[in-house]
T-cell receptor, first 115, second 108 residues
């Protein structure tokens, strides 16, 4: 069973469109994240949710709207897509407050290409 | 915020060679992870190592928290070791910061 699963794996779309990426984890973790990996492979945190509450929003444009319906799911909706949004988006999860806490487990990534 | 620096940025090895990758960080950390991103883009957790030394097969890692660095050793490298190696640190709260990575290519 996949621990952190993201869909879709690939997404190709036109500028100006709206798209969503979904993420689910079956690890029982209480914290989920979205990271963006640019063309130079640099990984930057975008959002962090703990028990469905937004904890971190790293100056991401408000065209990006995460939603966590429950602690096992974290979705990312992007409005009015721009060329610069092309990247690989990784979902991750971790557990807070225990020995071995904050050990990140990543999904396989969703490659978004904006034309 | 905390700075995470990895070296070298790029590394080319002949199969069978050994190498050491370094991660320096600018502040105290709660934990540190090493990841391997394979050529298919998957991020695989290699070690969770806030301090001390761990070994897993041909790979081992050492973190000296008091001196703010961690080392990843790869012995008898294989072509499947190619990819990008990331160091990631957690300082508290809900944020883990990644270094820029070391790009490794192992030649057959």
């Amino acid at each position: 069973d996949t621990a952190v699963s993201q869909t879709p794996k690939y997404l190709v779309t036109q500028m100006g469109n709206d798209k969503s990426i979904k993420c689910e984890q079956n690890l029982g973790h209480d914290t989920m994240y979205w990271y963006k990996q640019d063309s130079k492979k640099f990984l930057k945190i975008m959002f962090s949710y703990n028990n469905k509450e937004l904890i971190i929003n790293e100056t991401v444009p408000n065209r990006f709207s995460p939603k966590s319906p429950d602690k096992a799911h974290l979705n990312l909706h992007i409005n009015s897509l721009e060329l610069g949004d092309s990247a690989v988006y990784f979902c991750a999860s971790s557990q807070q407050g225990a020995a071995g806490a904050n050990v990140l487990t990543f999904g396989a990534g969703s490659r978004l290409t904006v034309l | 915020g905390i700075q995470v620096e990895q070296s070298p940025p790029d590394l080319i090895l002949q199969e069978g060679a050994n190498s050491t990758l370094r991660c320096n960080f600018s502040d105290s950390v709660n934990n540190l992870q090493w990841f391997h991103q394979n050529p298919w883009g998957q991020l695989i957790n290699l070690f969770y190592i806030p301090s001390g030394t761990k070994q897993n097969g041909r790979l081992s890692a050492t973190t000296v928290a008091t001196e703010r660095y961690s080392l990843l050793y790869i012995s008898s490298s294989q072509t499947t070791d190619s990819g990008v190696y990331f160091c990631a640190v957690h300082t508290g709260g809900f944020k883990t910061i990644f270094g820029a990575g070391t790009r490794l290519f192992v030649k057959a």
